[in-house]
């Protein structure tokens, strides 16, 4: 199986700041990559796939680089909402797998 | 405006079968376009996928599972379920149904479903 690596597990910000998340997988997945928003006791939102494409209806705030093994997510101006817990997920190969996680809270 | 439901019983006992039914409402389950998944998420932990479906039938189901899984389609009434059987306490998650365009990762997912496995 595909491990994909999250870091920072948890992330303290302020609103109107800038965050990057990163994302690592065990081997190249060029860029079958989706990154996801949660928040408490709701259902994951897609937020990106392909690496780097927004899903429909998602803010310019969110983007999304990297290729390969290496990839980042990046919100810029965070607002209250934007605070919850953001997870990657590989598609390249079965059996699909996520990142544990990286919990954005408000400093 | 697409959405999925999923349905099926909250509290399973142990060694018995878990069902659940994920309802597609505004498109078409079986669309060439897209594959039906399931992914389920223990209470305070992360996400873990259990398999997809084809319009056509053909499933991918994850390896540590894939001995007590089913995933089949229903064409008529616009829906495809999960099955695990010989359910324990660590089956305890709730369950989402997702669509996956081809090539595209996840686009939408339900709202979850927590089903617990106790007795």
Known sequence: DIQMTQSPSSLSASVGDRVT???????????????FQQKPGKA????????????????????G????????????????????????QQYHSYPYTFGQGTKLEIK | QLQLQESGPGLVKPSETLSLTC???????????????????????GLEWIGSIYY???????PSLKSRVIISVDMPNNQFSLELSSATAPDTAV???VRIPMGLGIDYWGQGALVT???
């Open chain 2, 23 to 45: 309802t597609v409402s505004g498109a078409s389950i079986s669309s060439s376009s897209y594959y039906w998944g399931w992914i389920r998420q223990p209470p305070g932990k």
């Open chain 2, 56 to 62: 056509t039938g053909s499933t991918y189901y994850n």
């Open chain 1, 21 to 35: 998340i990163t994302c690592r997988a065990s081997q190249g997945i060029s860029n079958y990559l989706a990154w």
């Open chain 1, 44 to 63: 994951p939102k897609s937020l990106i796939y392909a690496a780097t494409s927004l899903q429909s209806a998602v803010p310019s705030k969110f983007s």
């Open chain 2, 117 to 119: 496995v106790s007795s």
């Open chain 2, 95 to 97: 369950y989402y149904c």
């Open chain 1, 65 to 88: 680089s990297g290729s390969g093994t290496d990839f980042t997510l990046t919100i810029s101006s965070l607002q209250p909402e934007d605070f919850a817990t953001y997870y990657c």
